[in-house]
C-alpha cells in the first residue's frame, strides 16, 4: 500500500517519522504548499526513501491526482480542509484519517458515511491525542465495566520550562487552539448531551513532582463523539485542558482580539514553540464492575524525545494517527463508513503499539 501524508508541520513531520520506522507501505509521500517547510522536513527526519512533494490542497484537482496514486492519506493539515478532503477521498477510493479539532467539521464529514461505504472507503476524524487517544481509552472503560457513572477526561501540553505570564508554548496550531478555547465544550450530563462554554468550571488537579497542582478547565472539542456515542451507556462525561495554575484567567482577555489572525500573529510572536515539553493525561471512571463500585483510570506522563527531537504533543497526537493508519495497512480495521476511535479502532493493539513507541500508559483499576 501507499500513504500520504498531507502536511510538513509539526505533527506532518513526526506521522511521516513513525511511518518510516514501523510501518511497510510501499512508498510514504509528505506534501506541502511550502517549499520552505517541506525541505526543513526533510532534513530533519533524514529518511531517504520518503518522497516529498509541493502540493496546495487548495486546488482541488492536483489533490485529487495525488489521492488516486495513494491507499492511505493522513491529513495534518488545518481542519477547516477536513471535510472537503473527505469529500475526494471518497470519490477516489482512498481511505483517510485526519487530526480532527472541530466538532461541526467532524459532524459534516459523518454525514458522508454511506457514501463512504458504498465507495468502500474508510474515513476516521479525530486520529490525535485528545480525541483519538483518549477516544480509544473510554472504548475500553465502556467494554471494562459493566455499567459507567462517570469519565472524566484530562489533558494537557505543557512547557518544562513555564515562562510567565501565560505560561505556555505552541505545540500545535494556534487556530485549533483558540477554536479549544472559543467554541462551546459539548459534554455528558446525567446522561443528556449539553454544551457549556469553554474556559470555565476550573478545578485543581494534582500530578506527581515535579508538576503538582495544576488547573483544569472546559474547552471545546475533547470529547468529539465521545457524548454521541455513548449517551445510552456513560452517566456523566466531560474533558478539561490541564495548564499550569491562573493560565485560563489570564489568557481570556487575550480573546477580545481582532480579528483572530492578529491574536494568531500574536501568540506567535509571544509564545516559544518546539521546545521541550510534557503531556499529561489523566482519564478516570468510576462505574460497576461485577456488582461492584470500580474505578478504571488511565495516566501518561510523556516527555519531550531528545534523541530525535520530537516534541511529546509530537508524540502522543501523531503517533496514535500513523498507528491507525498501519491498523487499516495490516487489515486490523476493515470496516467502511466514517468512523470517530470509539467505534473503530481496537483497544488491545492500540495500546500495545503505543507501548512499543515509549508511549507509556499507567492503567490502574480498583
Do not use: W
Not at 505533527?11 to 510501518?23: E, N, P, V
Not at 461485577?290 to 534523541?307: A, R, V, W
Amino acid at each position: 500500500m501507499k500513504i500520504i501524508v498531507l502536511g510538513a508541520g509539526m505533527m506532518g513531520r513526526a506521522i511521516a517519522f513513525d511511518l518510516c520506522k514501523y510501518s511497510n507501505f510501499e512508498s510514504i509521500t509528505v506534501t506541502d504548499k511550502d517549499r520552505k517547510t517541506l525541505d526543513f522536513t526533510e532534513n530533519f527526519l533524514d529518511y531517504p526513501e520518503i518522497n516529498y512533494d509541493i502540493l496546495n490542497i487548495e486546488k482541488i484537482n492536483d489533490v485529487r491526482r495525488y489521492f488516486e496514486k495513494n491507499d492511505i492519506v493522513i491529513s495534518a493539515v488545518p481542519y477547516i480542509f477536513n471535510h472537503g478532503l473527505t469529500k475526494i477521498a471518497i470519490e477516489t477510493q482512498t481511505h483517510l484519517l485526519d487530526l480532527g479539532g472541530n466538532n461541526d467539521i467532524v459532524g459534516k464529514q459523518r454525514n458522508l458515511f454511506s457514501k463512504a461505504k458504498q465507495n468502500n472507503v474508510t474515513i476516521i476524524p479525530d486520529c490525535g491525542l485528545a480525541p483519538g487517544m483518549t477516544s480509544v481509552m473510554t472504548r475500553d472503560i465502556v467494554e471494562t465495566l459493566d455499567s459507567v457513572n462517570n469519565v472524566k477526561i484530562r489533558v494537557g501540553g505543557l512547557p518544562i520550562d513555564p515562562r510567565p505570564p501565560l505560561n505556555y508554548q505552541i505545540v500545535f496550531s494556534p487556530n485549533g487552539l483558540l477554536n479549544e478555547y472559543v467554541e462551546d465544550a459539548i459534554v455528558l450530563e446525567n446522561g443528556k448531551i449539553i454544551k457549556k462554554k469553554s474556559m470555565t468550571e476550573i478545578e485543581e488537579i494534582i500530578f506527581p513532582n515535579p508538576f503538582g497542582k495544576l488547573e483544569a478547565f472546559l474547552t471545546s472539542g475533547g470529547c468529539s463523539t465521545l457524548p454521541y456515542t455513548y449517551k445510552d451507556k456513560i452517566k456523566n462525561l466531560d474533558y478539561k485542558t490541564i495548564r499550569y495554575l491562573g493560565h485560563c484567567e489570564r489568557f481570556k482577555p487575550l480573546l477580545d482580539i481582532k480579528p483572530r489572525e492578529k491574536l494568531i500573529r500574536y501568540l506567535y510572536e509571544n509564545l516559544p514553540s518546539n521546545e521541550k515539553d510534557v503531556v499529561l493525561l489523566r482519564v478516570s471512571s468510576q462505574g460497576i464492575k461485577n456488582s461492584k463500585e470500580t474505578k478504571l483510570q488511565y495516566t501518561i506522563i510523556d516527555y519531550y524525545d531528545n534523541i530525535n527531537n520530537i516534541t511529546s504533543m509530537m508524540r502522543t497526537t501523531a503517533y496514535p494517527t500513523s498507528i491507525i493508519a498501519q491498523m487499516i495497512e495490516r487489515d486490523e480495521i476493515m470496516e467502511k463508513g466514517v468512523f470517530c476511535c470509539e467505534e473503530i479502532v481496537p483497544c488491545s493493539s492500540f495500546f500495545r503499539d503505543l507501548k512499543k513507541r515509549n508511549i507509556k500508559i499507567h492503567k490502574e483499576i480498583k
